[in-house]
């Protein structure tokens, strides 16, 4: 059984940065793609960005340019390093792996955006 952990979240004003972690119970190259979610209060969770086995890169339009998805040295960790933060950034944000059809999810971290 996959498990995923995030880690990293916080409160943090306006225009600053967090760097989320998700540490994955087995070697990262096992997934087809692992990526970060966010769901914010009262709305349906959606996509914020994931990194292939390959390395390719896809962004939500919304962070695109603000956040960077990465592999960590360690080769069971991903981050989000999140720049420029905006209040509409609030949110649980959830890791995902996908592996042999299957989609696996962490329990999510909070990200709060505010003064």
């Known amino acids: 059984q996959v498990q995923l952990v995030e880690s990293g979240g916080g409160l943090v004003q306006p225009g600053g940065s967090l760097r989320l972690s998700c540490a994955a119970s087995?070697?990262?190259?096992?997934?087809?793609?692992m990526g970060w979610y966010r769901q914010a209060p009262g709305k349906q969770r959606e996509f914020v960005a994931t990194?292939?086995?390959?390395?390719?890169?896809y962004y939500a339009a919304s962070v695109k340019g603000r956040f960077t998805i990465s592999r960590g040295m360690a080769k069971n960790t991903v981050y989000l390093q999140m720049n420029s933060l905006k209040p509409e950034d609030t949110a649980v944000y959830y890791c995902?792996?996908?592996?042999?059809?299957?989609?696996?999810w962490g329990k999510g971290t909070l990200v709060t955006v505010s003064t």
């Open positions: 995902n792996a996908e592996q042999y059809g299957m989609a696996y």
């Open positions: 087995e070697t990262i190259f096992s997934f087809n793609a």
């Open positions: 990194i292939t086995s390959s390395g390719t890169t």
